[in-house]
């Protein structure tokens, strides 16, 4: 097994964490005033996403890599456009909790190519899917939320 493949998906998965935990931190308080009961669910998502890092920079690590401890161009992009919807005033829950579902969905979507490319050594496969279980479960608990709001 290539190091230097595993090493770099695990860093791709890394970066997309990274924008997980970025994304969360965008979510108001006031947004818990109209859905209380997402609340524990989110405040669970965030101590998984910081687990999830924890746990990838140890795999690239234990490789012999370097963690890239940044996030992604997309995420980055799709924060800022966020931020400028929001500038517009007016309540914003709806559309805050919509991009959480959008998030979740681009890091299924990432993590399930990960591990459908072959790149991942055994260990890294383990960890990786049980993080997708993960990302599944906190998706599914917000997926009803969208089917709401459209």
């Known amino acids: 097994m290539d190091n230097s493949k595993t090493v770099s998906t695990l860093n791709d998965l890394l970066n ?6 970025q994304g969360f931190a965008k979510v108001e308080e006031k947004v818990w005033d109209s859905y209380s ?7 669970q998502m965030v101590r998984e996403s910081q687990t999830m890092k924890s746990d990838l920079m140890g795999l690239i690590t234990e490789r012999g890599g370097n ?4 996030s992604t161009t997309a995420g980055a992009l ?8 929001n500038s517009f005033g007016g309540d914003h829950a709806e559309s805050t909790l919509e991009n959480v579902v959008f998030g979740e969905k681009a890091a299924i979507d990432a993590y399930q190519e990960a591990l459908q490319s072959g790149d991942l050594c055994p260990q890294s496969t383990v960890v990786v899917a049980d993080q ?3 990302l599944r479960a906190s998706y599914g608990k917000f997926e009803t939320l969208e089917r709401i709001t459209e």
């Open 67 to 70: 963690p890239d401890d940044s």
């Open 37 to 43: 009961g997402l609340k524990n669910d989110y405040d």
């Open 78 to 85: 799709h924060r800022t456009w966020i931020d400028i919807k």
């Open 132 to 134: 997708l279980v993960k």
């Open 16 to 21: 997309i964490t990274n924008d997980r935990i």
